[in-house]
């Protein structure tokens, strides 16, 4: 191997990913590529073809746990709230008794931990906050609001969230005059533990219409942290079935919108956001083409007025081994392009042969717009020029329209 570009030899166990959370693989060294880039590696790649649903994105926009929602007006409590927190926290390297607090009763904690959801509504003794009670962050403790107020159909409201205080009221405090309060400080910054450091209970005559639907504590948000362990299993988890699951565990009723975000958060938290993934394509390219020299790699990207970015258009891939291996195939390659069902709509073009042995042989990738009657010939191109040269192949392919054009278009073929 070749490793004139200063690159290290590739040990050959590490994957992919983990090269490219090397910080050698870098912006700063994607300049030395051996691959035939035709674009600046120095850019940012945004996605292009947006899905119909993105459309929506914006809608359906709640109020919600984990929104900020800063009402204006403050209540005499909570002035005299305000000011007791602020005294203290200016205190804290002066007050050692500032992290002293009344400690939970260790048996209503537990029975609160324990409180599960998969009891359907069967609400437990012990399902209560309560002062002093600790949450590892305030995601976290969101999370559980949410869920206690889906439970026991007490929709909740923001009044203050800043970094370090966090206050929910009673929904009804208006309406019913319920003076159900939740306030809650963070204990430590650097490992994000909040403590409940105010709590009073909803007062009996706090009910009110069951919210089957349209429950706007439980977000997007919320049930995106419900469901990650679940999209973790398995990332095509229908939009349908999650309401299903929160219906099950809440009682109750979520958009379908709302599921489809949900997921798509999920996923998101647990591989990175699409629009980062594209961004990251050309590192990851360039680290393909130096840990296996002699794979090509070509783009084909739409200029915007900003010369450092440009929009993802297409990218064609090969192999080495498979650029080599093929001189060793029958003369023969099929094509087919399939779907790709992420946020942006494009379509993968594959070209495999068969070797001696009559197994399947990957030749060439490309991700493409979609399969026209330019993305054909363009991958086909790519074929003739970088893969092979041998003649009296025999293509087998669907006849796409797309496909035909390429086969009469381009003299190779
Ligand atoms: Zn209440």
């Keep these: 191997m070749d490793h004139s ?24 060294t994607y300049e030395a590529t051996g691959s035939h880039t035709n674009v600046d590696p120095m850019f940012a790649i945004h996605g292009g073809t947006t899905s119909h649903e993105e459309a929506h994105e914006s809608d359906d926009i709640h109020v919600d746990a984990f929104g900020e929602d800063h009402e204006d007006d403050m209540d005499q409590s909570e002035e005299e709230d305000a000011e007791a927190i ?6 804290e390297a002066v007050n050692p008794n500032w992290n002293i607090v009344e400690e939970p009763d ?54 203050r969230s800043d970094h370090d205080w966090y206050v929910v009221l009673c929904d009804r405090k208006d309406s019913c005059g319920c003076t159900w309060r939740l306030s809650a400080t963070q204990v430590d910054p650097t ?49 349908t079935v999650i309401m299903e699951v929160i219906h099950g565990q809440l009682g109750v009723s979520v958009s379908y919108m709302k599921a489809w975000k949900a997921k798509h958060k999920a996923i998101a938290q647990i591989f990175g956001d699409w629009e980062q993934s594209y961004n990251d394509l050309p590192r990851y390219m360039a680290a393909l083409v130096r840990t296996n020299p002699g794979t090509v790699v070509e783009w084909c990207n739409i200029n915007t007025q900003d010369p450092m970015t440009k929009v993802f258009g297409r990218v064609f891939w090969a192999f080495a081994p498979s650029i080599v291996g093929f001189e060793h195939c029958r003369p023969l390659i099929t094509i087919d392009g399939t779907h790709l069902y992420g946020k942006y ?23 493409v717009e979609s399969e026209n009657g330019s993305s054909w010939p363009w991958f086909m191109d790519c074929i003739g020029r970088r893969v092979t040269q041998r003649p009296g192949l025999c293509v087998i392919s669907d006849r796409h329209a797309g496909i035909m054009k390429a086969m009469e278009e381009l003299d190779r073929w």
């Design 86 to 91: 602020e005294k203290a926290i200016r205190d």
């Design 191 to 239: 490992i994000g533990l909040w403590r409940i450091s105010k709590y009073a209970p909803h007062i009996p005559n706090c009910v009110g219409e069951v919210m089957e639907t349209g429950n706007r504590n439980v977000s997007a948000n919320f049930i995106r942290g419900k469901i990650l362990e679940l999209i973790r299993r398995d990332q095509t988890l229908k939009p």
């Design 345 to 367: 709509k494009h379509v993968v073009l594959i070209a495999m042969g068969v070797d001696a042995e009559d197994q399947i042989f990957p030749l060439a990738f490309a991700i």
């Design 106 to 159: 260790p048996v209503r904690m537990n029975s609160w931990q324990n409180w599960n959801p998969t009891n359907e509504g069967q609400l437990e003794d012990g399902g209560e906050f309560q002062k002093g009670q600790m949450f590892s962050s305030l995601d976290e403790l969101k999370m559980q609001l949410t869920e206690y107020s889906a439970l026991k159909n007490r929709p909740f409201r923001v009044k």
């Design 5 to 28: 570009n200063g690159f290290p030899p590739w040990d050959g166990t590490s994957s992919y990913t983990s090269l490219l959370m090397n910080a050698q693989y870098g912006y700063p």
